[in-house]
């Protein structure tokens, strides 16, 4: 696989965090590095995917009222909750 080189500059404290995994993981530098990079790209692109549905749910008026969720969520507290209701 062809690779790239991407430098960023880091605060010391976190950059010490990552030689300290390194060496408890026994891995490279690089590796934690590649790992950390992967797992934020992964969750960036699962939130920007779960708001596009978001914002179709709203575009489809599929949408709960306010105060339908104000009733839910202090029925929380009693013996019968209530169901939410659009």
């Known amino acids: 696989m062809d690779t790239k080189v991407i430098t960023a500059h880091v605060p ?3 950059a010490e ?4 995994l390194a060496n408890r993981l ?3 530098k690089a590796w ?8 934020w790209i992964d969750q960036e692109e699962e939130r920007h995917k779960l708001t596009l549905e978001a914002l179709a749910d709203v575009d489809n ?3 709960i ?7 839910w ?3 929380l ?3 019968k909750s209530k169901s939410v209701t659009s």
Request: aromatic fraction near 0%.
């Open 61 to 63: 008026n599929n949408v």
């Open 77 to 79: 507290d009693t013996d």
């Open 32 to 39: 934690i590095m590649k790992q950390a990079l992967a797992a």
């Open 26 to 28: 026994e891995r490279s």
């Open 65 to 71: 009222e306010h105060q339908s969720m104000l009733d």
């Open 73 to 75: 969520a202090q029925s």
């Open 12 to 14: 010391v404290p976190l």
């Open 17 to 20: 965090k990552v030689d300290l």
